[in-house]
């Protein structure tokens, strides 16, 4: 009697416990979305909602101020969305060369390195592309542009060199998430896969990934959030002008503008970036609510 009793006081504790850390979550993430609505709600009636987010000039010190964030909406979302189909595939296949493929020594070594990539501070991808990628970029845009007088340089800090370094720095999180799903998926499927007479690869592709597919929608949510919350890697190589999101157009994401001009911002001004960190708070919870029910139903599936 007194095991069962001390049973049930660890248990009562856990589920208090469990529920305060629940209560502490919502309202964090209610308090943040309150906030923001109220600090980045008031630009739209200063400025105008139409000028603001399909306005296409940023002159925010100008005798005339001008406040459009279009294009940098749209750099957020074509280098989020291009980084995320360079780096979910990559990421996937070698989660599955990792737990499918690939001996236990070799796994041994590369799974840990892999790892590894996700402990790199992200200045740090931003200094490596700074130093490395964008050198590469410019010759690669003075061999393209050589003949185009009207093309404005930029040194390699562009587009292009913001998506490679957000789709390098999503592979870490993809590859875990996806090698602990796939690991998770039990041998019974596989074995009877190739008991019906499917190849390995065939097994891999149409047994083994569709039985993992819900881990893996939860590493494909994680890389899209890190790559729409990252800042200081893109303010390093995407260049930071206001821009339409070309390749070799220098240019600035939703994430960069705050880290770029809110340290020195006013009125108007600061409000508006109040709005930008807004809208980036509103893409994030869309992407999730999307991908997190793209989750849900495939795990009903199974």
């Known amino acids: 009697m007194k095991k069962k009793a001390k049973l049930n006081i660890v248990e009562t504790t856990a589920k208090y416990i469990f529920t305060i850390c629940a209560v502490i979550a919502i309202f964090a993430v209610c308090s943040i979305t309150f906030y923001m609505i109220l600090k980045g709600t008031p630009a739209f009636k200063t400025v105008g909602v139409l000028d603001l987010l399909f306005g296409t000039e940023w002159q925010p010190t100008a005798e005339e101020p001008k406040y459009g964030i279009l294009f940098i909406i749209l750099s957020s979302i074509v280098g989020t969305g291009a980084s995320v189909l360079i780096g979910v595939p990559i990421g996937l296949l070698t989660a599955v060369f990792l737990t499918e493929v690939s001996d236990k020594r070799l796994a041994a070594v590369v799974h840990p390195a892999v790892e590894l990539l996700a402990a790199i501070p992200s200045v740090i991808y931003g200094l490596l592309g700074l130093m490395l990628l964008n050198p590469v970029m410019y010759q690669l845009e003075k061999l393209i542009f050589a003949n185009s007088p009207s093309h404005q340089f930029t040194g390699g800090s562009n587009m292009l060199s913001a998506i490679i370094v957000l789709a390098i720095m999503i592979l870490p999180t993809v590859v875990n998430v996806s090698a602990s799903s796939i690991s998770a998926v039990p041998n019974e499927l596989r074995a009877a896969s190739l008991a019906v007479g499917a190849s390995k690869i065939q097994t891999i592709f149409k047994v083994t990934i569709p039985a993992a597919k819900s881990g893996i ?68 919870m869309i992407v999730n609510f999307v991908l997190l029910k793209l989750r849900r139903e495939a795990t009903e599936d199974e």
């Open 217 to 284: 929608m939860t590493g494909v949510v994680l890389g899209i959030g890190r790559a729409l919350g990252e800042a200081m890697a893109i303010n390093m190589v995407a260049g930071g002008s206001v821009n339409l999101p070309l390749p070799f157009n220098s240019v600035r994401f939703l994430t960069t503008q705050l880290v770029s001009e809110m340290g020195y911002a006013e009125g108007t001004h600061r409000e508006v970036l109040f709005t930008v960190g807004l809208v980036l708070y509103v893409f994030i």
